[in-house]
Nanobody
Framework: QVQLRESGGGLVQAGGSLRLSCAAS????????SAWFRQAPGKGREFVSG????????NYTESVKGRFTISRDSAKNTLYLQMSSLKPEDTAVYFC???????????????????WGQGTQVTVSS
């Protein structure tokens, strides 16, 4: 059983930056993929970025490419999302998720992930 805890959310002005963290514990050796999703008010959960453990390959949704960077620190069992040039439309609750099923790909659907954090609020003011 993997436990995930996000931190780093907050209120920031448009054009600003934030770094989200997701600390993992319990069974972290089994994690194969990690990802960030977000959910804006009244909308469904949306894939933001993912990273594959085996080779650190990353993927991003089009709207954040060039502005967000996903990374991980294996020694600390922590996943990060560096967000820059933030826009009001980035406002959402951000969730980290991990997958421990046998796999070799990159995954965009929330159904492909096995464990989730509780979320952290990011609000970007205009």
């Amino acid at each position: 059983q993997v436990q995930l805890r996000e931190s780093g959310g907050g209120l920031v002005q448009a054009g600003g930056s934030l770094r989200l963290s997701c600390a993992a514990s319990g069974g972290t050796f089994s994690i194969r993929n990690s990802a960030w999703f977000r959910q804006a008010p009244g909308k469904g959960r949306e894939f933001v970025s993912g990273i594959r453990r085996s080779d650190s390959t990353t993927n991003y949704t089009e709207s954040v490419k060039g502005r967000f960077t996903i990374s991980r620190d294996s020694a600390k069992n922590t996943l990060y999302l560096q967000m820059s040039s933030l826009k009001p439309e980035d406002t959402a609750v951000y969730f980290c998720a991990v997958r421990n099923r046998l796999s070799s790909g990159l995954y965009y659907s929330e159904r492909e992930y096995d464990y989730w954090g509780q979320g952290t609020q990011v609000t970007v003011s205009s």
